[in-house]
């Protein structure tokens, strides 16, 4: 069993910036791939950024060159680092472990945490 803990949201005024973070524990030597989601309300889940365990990253193109995703040295933390932060990014983010290929529905969630960005 893997757990994880995403933390980090809040309230932000646009253009400013926050960073998640998501501690994985339990038995995490099978992860291979850590990422974030969000969900806004009335919409499906959407991906946000993603984090092998080589360090390989993958961002969704409404995040890319804002966003930041990044492992921490013990290897079971990952930070999401969101800079230029716009209302459209408001939500819950969700921390995500898995397998590399594996449908998400196979790995583990976080709790979710929020951001709130106001005009």
């Known amino acids: 069993q893997v757990r994880l803990a995403d933390s980090g949201g809040g309230l932000v005024q646009a253009g400013g910036s926050l960073r998640l973070s998501c501690v994985a524990s339990g038995f995490i030597s099978g992860i291979t791939v850590m990422d974030w989601y969000r969900q806004t309300p009335g919409k499906q889940r959407e991906f946000v950024a993603s984090i092998t365990r080589d360090s390989n990253t993958n961002y969704a193109d409404s995040v890319k060159g804002r966003f930041t995703i990044f492992r921490g040295n013990a290897g079971n933390t990952a930070f999401l680092q969101m800079n230029s932060l716009k209302p459209e990014d408001t939500g819950v983010y969700y921390c995500?472990?898995?397998?590399?290929?594996?449908?998400?529905?196979?790995?583990?969630w976080g709790q979710g945490t929020q951001v709130t960005v106001s005009s």
């Open positions: 995500h472990a898995g397998r590399i290929g594996a449908p998400k529905e196979y790995g583990y």
